[in-house]
């Protein structure tokens, strides 16, 4: 279109072209060169380290850039490009009031001064606000302007066009580019200090969206194409979203959490003060939550590992492996990583716990009276083999299972898992978490021992605890073992190779694949 033919007047000259200023004819070869590989450098261009400048002399060959706004994102933005080495123009309807406040080598003018250089013009400015800018439209005609404005919750929805579309259909000859906006003012002051943090950029005009991502680049953010203006409203959105893949499990570990608590209420506090008039409140802080947190890592380790049983079940009853998994199952299949890691940080806080039960009064108080009791009974020993060997496994079990909990977690850090090939990421997920999860088992059957059959176990008729978390991983392991049998695997792996109950294809395995199949996969 018209409006970028204007600002791209001179062809390119390859992808590592400058920031869009050819046209200004202010551009610094030797900074654009190496642009791309300066990134785990400081982000100061050559001219301004290696000169003895005060950082208010800008050489006047730096690339150019507009500022409308003189706001926190704007002064953030300021600072941010004036360390990147571009020489910035601020544009206020007040300049003398906010100059103070920019750093010195940006230039605090006019609105109209502002925009009547740069090619690239960032409106750093509220959607209600665009309008009264409407008086510069001929002096923005063919630039680039930047929309970096996050609407609110409500804005997003009363409103069916994105604000970068509204900037668009306010300048129609001027290019707008969607960018900046999931970057806090505050990180875009101090920069990425990883430089990896990702900026999604969209517009219309290609030429344009590669210049504002060489810009992002050069400014030590990631650029990601997310292809025409008409995704603004998607890229407005992801600043509103808290953790979006995260709420379902948060708030699965929580109701968890609520009931599992109240339970154990029930049984250890509730029980003894109603029925034999002792107060053990002092229950609830330490004991009451190490009852619990177990619980809930228990239990949602085991529905990371329910999902795959199921929909391994699911194949071998469909007999293929081509039909879509319920929408419900995709979805917990997909939200198994955000499941399993707050079962590992709730796994984490009973081992704490745990270690820190010895360490309470009340503890020592029970010792104190227990040896009181025995020396009155005349007892000088006291010993339960049974107990002791009992107490000696379980918490060897538990140690293990936390081990190799803990692998698995390290392995979900992104710098591990883009380390390790698929195979050694899915043999740790996959076989150790299903052995974590065993251990995890035999630590909760071992703690439980006998006490679920002894009735005096069963405070207000309600089973103890333990024995609500087993049935889930109990089924787990047994269907697990179930697909292991020759005539299941054997099958599965037919259907996970394509092979169909209904369909034409004639599908038989090597016998050796068949062989690996079997080991790799249930
Ligand atoms: C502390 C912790 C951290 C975790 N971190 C991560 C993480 O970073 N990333 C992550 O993804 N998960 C993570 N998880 C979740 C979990 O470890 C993985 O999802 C694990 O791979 C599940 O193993 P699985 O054997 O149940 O399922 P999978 O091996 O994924 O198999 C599941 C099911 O998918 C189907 N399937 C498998 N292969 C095929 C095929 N070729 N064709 C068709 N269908 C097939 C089958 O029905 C199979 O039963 C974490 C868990 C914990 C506890
Ligand atoms: N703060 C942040 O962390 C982030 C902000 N953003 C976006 O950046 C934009 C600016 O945000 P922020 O800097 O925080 O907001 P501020 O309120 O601090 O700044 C807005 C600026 O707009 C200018 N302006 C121009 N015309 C008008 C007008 N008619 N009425 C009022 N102000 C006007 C003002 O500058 P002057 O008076 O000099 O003309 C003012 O300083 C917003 O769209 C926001 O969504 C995006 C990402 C992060
Ligand atoms: C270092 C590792 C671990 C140690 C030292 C440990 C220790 C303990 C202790 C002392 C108890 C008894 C709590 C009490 O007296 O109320 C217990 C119970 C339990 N633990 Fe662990 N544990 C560990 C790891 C794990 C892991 C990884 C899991 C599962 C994910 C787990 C699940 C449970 C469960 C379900 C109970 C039973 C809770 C109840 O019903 O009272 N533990 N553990
Ligand atoms: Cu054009
Ligand atoms: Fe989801």
Redesign the pocket.
């Known amino acids: 279109m018209a409006a970028w033919c204007l600002v791209n007047g001179t062809p390119a000259q390859g992808p590592e072209r400058p920031l869009g200023m050819e046209g200004g004819g202010n551009l610094d070869p030797q900074s654009v060169a190496k642009m791309p590989g300066e990134m785990d450098k400081p982000l100061i261009s050559h001219h301004l380290v290696d000169s003895n400048y005060s950082l208010a002399e800008v050489p006047s060959e730096a690339p150019k850039v507009g500022i409308?706004?003189?706001?926190?994102?704007?002064?953030?933005l300021a600072t941010r490009l004036v360390g990147s080495g571009f020489c910035v123009l601020?544009?206020?309807?007040?300049?003398k009031?906010?100059a103070g406040l920019f750093p010195a080598a940006a230039q605090v003018t006019s609105?109209e001064e502002a925009v009547a250089c740069p090619e690239v013009i960032l409106?750093?400015?509220?959607?209600?606000?665009y309008s009264?800018?409407c008086s510069l439209r001929d002096q923005l005609t063919g630039k680039i302007l930047v929309d970096?404005?996050?609407?609110t919750e409500q804005e997003h929805l009363q409103y069916h066009q994105s604000?970068a579309e509204y900037l668009a259909s306010l300048f129609p000859t001027s290019t707008v580019v969607k960018a900046?906006?999931?970057?806090?003012?505050?990180t875009?002051q101090s920069g990425p200090r990883d430089g990896n943090r990702q900026v999604p950029i969209c517009s219309n005009h290609p030429e344009a969206k590669h210049t504002i991502s060489l810009m992002a680049r050069s400014m030590g953010f990631t650029p990601v194409d997310m292809g025409s203006l008409a995704s603004a409203r998607e890229v407005e959105a992801m600043?509103l979203r808290l953790l979006p893949d995260w709420k379902v499990p948060a708030l699965l570990a929580l109701g968890l959490f609520v009931f599992f608590y109240a339970y154990n209420f029930t049984r250890d506090v509730l029980q003894p003060y109603v029925q034999e008039n002792k107060n053990k409140f002092y229950k609830l802080p330490v004991s009451v939550v190490n009852t619990s947190l177990p619980c809930v890592a228990f239990v949602l380790l085991s529905l990371v590992y329910l999902p795959g049983v199921l929909a391994a079940a699911l194949q071998l009853q469909r007999g293929t492996k081509y039909r879509r998994f319920p929408d419900w199952l995709d979805h917990w299949l997909q939200h198994r990583k955000q499941i399993g890691l707050l079962s590992f940080f709730c796994a984490a806080l009973h081992v704490l716990y745990s270690l820190c039960l010895p360490l309470r009064r009340s503890h020592r108080y029970d010792l104190v009276n227990l040896a009181v009791k025995q020396v009155l009974a005349n007892n000088s020993h006291l010993w339960v083999e049974e107990e002791v060997w009992r107490m000696e496994i379980y918490i060897s079990l538990g140690l293990l299972a936390f081990g190799t909990l803990s692998l698995l977690a390290v392995t979900s850090l992104p710098s591990i898992a883009n380390s390790l090939n698929w195979k050694e990421f899915s043999f740790v997920q996959s076989t150790l978490g299903f052995v974590a999860l065993v251990l995890s088992t035999l630590h909760t059957l071992t703690y439980g021992w006998t006490r679920a059959f002894e009735e005096s176990r069963y405070k207000f008729y309600l089973p103890p605890t333990f024995t609500l978390t087993l049935l889930v991983p109990c089924t787990i392991i047994l269907a697990k073992a179930l697909f292991f049998l020759p005539c299941f695997s054997r099958r599965l792996s037919k259907i996970r190779r394509g092979w169909e109950k209904d369909g034409d294809v004639k599908f038989t395995l090597p016998a050796s694949q068949a062989l690996a199949q079997k080991t790799s996969h249930v």
Do not use: C, K, Y
Not at 68 to 76: I, R
Not at 148 to 151: A, I, K, M
């Open positions: 409308l706004g003189s706001g926190d994102f704007a002064h953030s601020v544009g206020s309807r007040n300049p009031r906010t609105q409106v750093a400015m509220f959607r209600e606000h009264s800018l970096v404005s996050n609407p604000n900046f906006n999931v970057i806090s003012a505050w875009m600043p």
